[in-house]
């Protein structure tokens, strides 16, 4: 049972370039989330899947765009990068019940220069 | 104004000092509440959650006040190993979760 697993764990990108994240869960968790964490702003939702098949954004979308490819996996990806897209990247999963609690992957630390 | 407030610190505590954080948030709908802890560099992981009628394990214990629309986490004697910044979280009706920015504390021998 791996939990969240995130891919790459650290990137980095010339202003210009495209990248996906890829984000994958075995916690058969219906709700998937992206956030990105800064120093001083602290965790921002960018988009985030309710369920298979249905995507939302979240607080700052902009320059991103998200795939919810099965109940597994929820890539979020930058088509031209941009320097302040730097930052650190985490995808979380939470059953949407308030009983449960929200899981994190790892994190992908991402630099664009 | 964010949802959730919290003040970033740093806590600067001896070893075996009582500290306590508080939380507020703006949403009155919020219904689940959680705090975390996250080491630096690492992600955050779940310390623990927050119950109306308050939960305590070991020597954390969180509270909610709901009339006032904050929770708290109290840290009896703080270990070296406290260290971190702890966030906490609030979900409302549509159960996204919103952190605050986190407080830092510090535990000095």
């Known amino acids: 049972n791996a939990g969240v697993t995130q891919t790459p764990k650290f990137q980095v990108l010339k202003t210009g370039q495209s990248m996906t994240l890829q984000c994958a869960q075995d916690?058969?968790?219906?709700?998937m989330y992206w956030y990105r964490q800064d120093p001083g702003m602290g965790l921002r939702l960018i988009y985030y899947?309710?369920?298979?098949?249905?995507?939302d954004k979240g607080e700052v979308p902009n320059g991103y765009n998200v795939s919810r490819l099965n109940k597994r996996e929820f890539s979020l990806r930058l088509e031209s990068a941009a320097p302040s897209q730097t930052s650190v990247y985490f995808c979380?999963?939470?059953?949407?019940?308030?009983?449960?609690?929200?899981?994190f992957g790892p994190g992908t630390r991402l630099l664009v220069l | 104004r964010k949802e959730v407030e919290q003040d970033p610190g740093p806590f600067n505590v001896p070893e075996g000092a009582t500290v306590a954080f508080n939380c507020t948030y703006s949403?009155?709908?919020?219904?689940?509440f959680f705090w975390y802890r996250q080491d630096c560099r690492k992600e955050p992981k779940l310390l623990m959650s927050?119950?109306?009628s308050g939960n305590e394990d070991g020597r954390f214990t969180a509270q909610l006040n709901r009339a006032s629309q904050y929770i708290s986490l109290l840290i009896r004697d703080s270990k070296l190993s406290d260290s971190a910044t702890y966030l906490c979280?609030?979900?409302?009706?549509?159960?996204?979760?919103?952190f605050g920015r986190g407080t830092s504390l510090i535990v000095h021998p």
């Open positions: 927050v119950y109306s």
């Open positions: 899947s309710a369920s298979e098949g249905t995507t």
């Open positions: 979280v609030a979900a409302g009706g549509s159960y996204i979760p919103t």
């Open positions: 979380v999963t939470g059953v949407r019940d308030p009983r449960e609690t929200q899981y």
């Open positions: 949403n009155s709908a919020s219904q689940s």
């Open positions: 916690m058969n968790h219906n709700s």
